[in-house]
């Protein structure tokens, strides 16, 4: 299994930005975003299920949205009203059975 995530870069907060994970298969029990800042733990930060329900970390809800396109298995994470406490590096992640799979991250920094 092979996850691409791409679509990070820099933007000034309070702006907006989307993230993609392409996947090379589908099939996943859930798909995942997670965020890693320096010095600091990797944490989940939204989660979609095969059936399609949705789940955010706090500090994101309202802010950020999950979604998914089935036909070209891929997951999106809209991320709107960014804070300069979104900067971090963004990991998608997918579950199959009870194993993870990463994709290898793409940086967000979010600076005026």
């Known amino acids: 299994v092979q996850l691409q995530a791409s679509g990070g870069g820099l933007v000034q907060p309070g702006g907006s930005l989307r993230l993609s994970c392409a996947a090379s298969?589908?099939?996943?029990?859930?798909t995942a975003w997670y965020r890693q800042a320096p010095g600091e733990q990797r944490e989940w930060v939204a989660r979609?299920?095969?059936?399609?329900?949705?789940d955010y970390a706090d500090s994101v809800k309202g802010r950020f949205t999950i979604s998914r396109d089935i036909s070209k298995n891929a997951v999106y994470l809209q991320m709107s009203s960014l804070k300069p406490e979104d900067a971090a590096k963004y990991y998608c992640?997918?579950?199959?059975?009870?194993?993870?799979?990463w994709g290898q991250g793409t940086l967000v920094t979010v600076s005026s």
């Open positions: 992640n997918a579950v199959i059975g009870s194993t993870n799979f």
């Open positions: 298969r589908r099939g996943f029990k859930s």
């Open positions: 979609i299920t095969a059936g399609g329900d949705t």
